[in-house]
T-cell receptor
Framework: GQQLNQSPQSMFIQEGEDVSMNCTSS?????WLWYKQDPGEGPVLLIA?????ELTSNGRLTAQFGITRKDSFLNISASIPSDVGIYFC???????????FGTGTRLKVLA | NAGVMQNPRHLVRRRGQEARLRCSPM?????VYWYRQLPEEGLKFMVY????????ESGMPKERFSAEFPKEGPSILRIQQVVRGDSAAYFC??????????FGPGTRLTVL
């Protein structure tokens, strides 16, 4: 079945640093979604991407839809303590409404 | 505009009982998805429904699990004769058009 490889699995960073994470697959996707999940809560949608090459920002967050349609990355600039959480990518399989989720990147910010 | 609502938030069942999880999508959303999440893992797709129709149930076990999204009322994920391995967080997401998905707070099922 389709798989989404998300990396890194976890990272510790200093407050103020920039963060980058990505998702890759052998499958082609026609939509990418990025979510943040806090403990005990549901995922919250951060950014949606619909076109290959698209670069979209939401405050300190920037995400890009890879040109091959098989990957996407998320950058967080100038991290703050409340950025702590688990970040998931989700790719919509081309020709369907089904999403595959990555395994998550656990972010911990050291003040 | 209320978000996706799920109830109950926590559900405890003994082995062999039935678990019934409810999801009310956001207003105007006709697409509903159910996912399962184990601790420290990602979300695993179970089933995708539109009003009165199951569109894709490829991620849902064929035995004991069923889902519905009636014309009126919430979507229901039903697990019959629960076993300990069914313990997990179950999330519902809704979408207006199958693109952006918005998640509910989840139901945490514990099977004793």
């Amino acid at each position: 079945g389709q798989q989404l490889n998300q990396s890194p699995q976890s990272m510790f960073i200093q407050e103020g640093e920039d963060v980058s994470m990505n998702c890759t697959s052998s499958s082609i996707f026609n939509t990418w979604l990025w979510y943040k999940q806090d403990p005990g809560e549901g995922p919250v949608l951060l950014i949606a991407l619909y076109k290959a090459g698209e670069l979209t920002s939401n405050g300190r967050l920037t995400a890009q839809f890879g040109i091959t349609r098989k990957d996407s990355f998320l950058n967080i600039s100038a991290s703050i303590p409340s950025d702590v959480g688990i970040y998931f990518c989700a790719g919509r399989i081309s020709g369907t409404y089904k999403y595959i989720f990555g395994t998550g990147t656990r972010l911990k910010v050291l003040a | 505009n209320a978000g996706v609502m799920q109830n109950p938030r926590h559900l405890v069942r003994r082995r062999g009982q039935e678990a019934r999880l409810r999801c009310s999508p956001m207003k105007g959303h006709s697409h509903v998805y159910w996912y399962r999440q184990l601790p420290e893992e990602g979300l695993k797709f179970m089933v995708y429904l539109q009003k009165e129709n199951i569109i894709d149930e490829s991620g849902m076990p064929k035995e004991r699990f069923s889902a519905e999204f009636p014309k009126e009322g919430p979507s229901i994920l039903r697990i019959q004769q629960v076993v300990r391995g069914d313990s997990a967080a179950y999330f519902c997401a809704s979408s207006r058009d199958g693109n952006e998905q918005f998640f509910g707070p989840g139901t945490r099922l514990t099977v004793l």
